[in-house]
T-cell receptor, first 115, second 115 residues
């Protein structure tokens, strides 16, 4: 089945450590996105990529880094510079076209807890 | 700044009744408005979208209304079922130059269906 796979589902990290969250899609979508969700809040955009080897900062990119070396993959690294990294992280993908409606396909999320 | 917000954080309805979830937005330049459903511990799922030049769109058991005069968006769910219990987010979409999506999400409304 086509979809988006995020791993790991749960992750614990000590303060000062970097951690990388995996996101893979087999939907043949050009665009991929990373969102952060905090309890009782909406989703906030961290980074997005509309094409391989190119990505842009979203609204809360500080303390995060990404790469887009392959169309299928868009890993997110939460660095030690991120002051409050405990959150639910969601990866998404979408087609790229002028008449895009805004339909994103989301993964099941990765819950990161900093101890 | 631009924002998308919801009027009610929690909505309880009886099974079989109709549900109405409301959302206020502030960015008149958005291309599309979208509703997403998020079940506990999962990623959001696309429900329905409406283009900014429309005022009503119907799907299966759902209707979205857009009132641009008062910058208000609503989602109506007919004959609400237990499986409709979830958090519902409205989002504004601005299509990026590259054809991707820049979504701004609201804070969400928890819909609880009582038997």
């Amino acid at each position: 089945d086509g979809g988006i796979t995020q791993s790991p589902k749960y992750l614990f990290r000590k303060e000062g450590q970097n951690v990388t969250l995996s996101c893979e899609q087999n939907l043949n979508h050009d665009a991929m996105y990373w969102y952060r969700q905090d309890p009782g809040q909406g989703l906030r955009l961290i980074y997005y990529s509309q094409i391989v080897n190119d990505f842009q900062k979203g609204d809360i990119a500080e303390g995060y880094s990404v790469s887009r070396e392959k169309k299928e993959s868009f890993p997110l690294t939460v660095t030690s510079a991120q002051k409050n990294p405990t959150a639910f992280y969601l990866c998404a993908s979408s087609i790229v076209r002028e008449s895009n409606t805004g339909e994103l396909f989301f993964g099941e999320g990765s819950r990161l807890t900093v101890l | 700044g631009e924002s998308v917000g919801l009027h009610l954080p929690t909505l309880s309805v009886q099974e079989g009744d109709n549900s109405i979830i409301n959302c206020a937005y502030s960015n008149s330049a958005s291309d599309y408005f979208i509703w997403y459903k998020q079940e506990s511990g999962k990623g959001p799922q696309f429900i329905i979208d409406i283009r900014s030049n429309m005022d009503k769109r119907q799907g299966q058991r759902v209707t979205v209304l857009l009132n641009k005069t008062v910058k208000h968006l609503s989602l109506q769910i007919a004959a609400t079922q237990p499986g409709d219990s979830a958090v519902y987010f409205c989002a504004e979409n601005t299509i990026l130059t590259g054809g991707g999506n820049k979504l701004t999400f609201g804070t969400g409304t928890q819909l609880k269906v009582e038997l």
